[in-house]
């Protein structure tokens, strides 16, 4: 694809005009909860609560609905990880225009069954492929064979002014804030946004999250152009993109103040306490602007703040390894290979002196099956606070117990975890 042309002109009041039947103006929230922990006023946009639980409904639609009546007719395409597909869905179902969807196999059954729920028999479903990158290029092999329109999830125009209609209820409902915390995936958000903010309130520095096993935008700034990342942790789904697009990056690179890389662990942690403290359910991705607080505190001291809440579209299937993340990132659970002496009580002494008052095992498996009295134990161990960690390690070496660290032996913990 070529760079955006500089004769392009964005109308984000003739869009949000277009966008009425089908996208919800959300609530810009403040939260008191957030705001005190990081003694600065924090604002949630809350793209969460659209009808289809995110804000990508707003490009999807946008597009679609300018489409010609002949190229209506014809029928649209798309390639999505799932919040894309649901809008797209949502929009042809809306509009009566027939669709197909691309999806990746591994996507979440909740936002597959949403999908279907939202185009009913005005889509249809194909899943393909490992990676949003994989199903996109069956797709586009579809549209032009079919001669069907290709509505990308972010690099195109009229999908960037959709979503960049976020932003336009964000400075028209709250003059010149400091910063806006924007989640990135291929781009096309923060483009929008990007764009609005430099018309509407040029003052605002814009912050863009990505997650840390995905770093496809700022692999494209430090090469001066999108590049395509060989491989990706897929677990923030929304967002894990391995390159972004062309028009989103021209757009967005002069206007990023900074790119900030929000480890998946930390993501978990956000997800969590967004849950328990406020009683908001987002999804990975929804969780990437909050997450990034923790990691720019010093800088928003005092300052206006709003994080972009992009989506809630999360299967309940997946609190469990949520919460994995989450205690591991927080140094709350351990893994060790121990090695108990040959004898009689060696597991009763482990328990009654190595392990704090308020430690927990949580997981416990002999290695080799056949000869469990010789073999070393995989032991779970969950802490209630980081540093009980340390006074593990000592009773460990205090009691010549013969142990192996898995959590730091990345090849240990992914063939045993």
Known sequence: ?????????????????????AVLHTPLQLSASLSAKYKCKVFLKREDLQVVRSYKIRGAYNM????????????????????HAQGFAWSCKALGIK???????????????????????????????????????????????????????FDDFRVIEGQGTVALEIVEELSKP?????????????????EVVKLK??????????PEGAPSMVAALANGKPVTLETIDKFVDGAAVKRVGTHTFEMAKD?????????????????????????????????????????????????????IVSGSNNDISRMQEIMERSLLYEGLKHYFLVRFPQRAGALRHFVNNVLGPDDDIT?????????????????????KASSDYNVLV?????????????????SLFEYLI
């Not at 309130?201 to 990505?210: K, L, N, Q």
């Open 99 to 153: 669709g197909v969807i691309y999806m990746p196999s591994p996507t979440p059954k909740q936002k597959v069954k949403q999908v279907k729920m939202f185009g009913g028999e005005w889509i249809e479903l194909v899943m393909t492929g490992d990676t949003f990158d994989d199903c996109l290029k069956e797709a586009l092999e579809y549209t032009s064979a079919n001669g069907k329109t290709f509505v990308p999830p």
């Open 1 to 21: 694809m070529s760079p955006p042309e500089s004769s392009h002109i964005f109308n984000f009041e003739a869009a949000a005009l277009r966008l009425k039947p």
């Open 201 to 210: 309130s040029p003052c605002t520095r814009i912050i863009g999250v990505e």
């Open 363 to 383: 997981r416990f498996e002999f290695i080799k099956k056949n000869n469990r009295e010789a073999g070393p134990a995989l032991v779970g161990i969950e802490m």
């Open 394 to 410: 000592s009773n460990m070496k205090k009691h010549k117990v013969a142990y192996t660290e898995v959590n730091n032996n990345e």
């Open 64 to 83: 679609i609905s300018q489409l010609s009546l002949k190229r209506k007719a014809r029928g649209v395409v798309c390639a999505s990880a799932g919040n």
């Open 255 to 307: 206007r990023i103040h900074q790119m900030l890389l929000a480890p998946e662990g930390l993501v978990c942690s956000t997800i969590l306490k967004l849950y328990n403290e406020d009683a908001i359910v987002v999804e990975p991705a929804g969780a990437l602007s909050v997450a990034a607080l923790e990691m720019y505190k010093d800088h928003i001291k005092g300052k206006t703040v709003v994080c």
């Open 178 to 194: 400091d910063y806006i915390f924007v989640p990135v995936g291929g781009g096309g958000l923060i483009a929008g946004v990007s």
